[in-house]
Nanobody
């Protein structure tokens, strides 16, 4: 059974940093791209960043230059380093894996950027 578990969210002041982690189990982690999404209350989830199995990355325009996605295949974990956080980054952040047997999501981790 594929499981994704996010951690690392919290409350941070504008301009601060957080690092989110997504631990994946139950599949051959290294062969799949992993995505980070975020969702504001009452809105659709939006794609924030993607990392391929080979380490290629892509970002939403709103986070380019501030967020960095990375992966450690030895630890089956993907990270999202978030710097220079803004109030509009406040959301629940989810990691996502699309595999041949389905689409998998973690439970989400809340990030709140506020003074």
């Amino acid at each position: 059974q594929v499981q994704l578990v996010e951690s690392g969210g919290g409350l941070v002041q504008p301009g601060g940093s957080l690092r989110l982690s997504c631990a994946v189990s139950g599949t051959i982690f290294s062969i799949y791209p992993i995505n980070w999404y975020r969702q504001d209350p009452g809105k659709l989830r939006k794609l924030v960043a993607t990392i391929t199995s080979g380490g290629l990355t892509n970002y939403a325009d709103s986070v380019k230059g501030r967020f960095t996605i990375s992966r450690d295949n030895a630890k089956n974990t993907v990270y999202l380093q978030m710097n220079n956080l803004k109030p509009e980054d406040t959301a629940v952040y989810y990691c996502n894996l699309n595999g041949p047997s389905g689409t998998y999501w973690g439970q989400g981790t809340q990030v709140t950027v506020s003074s």
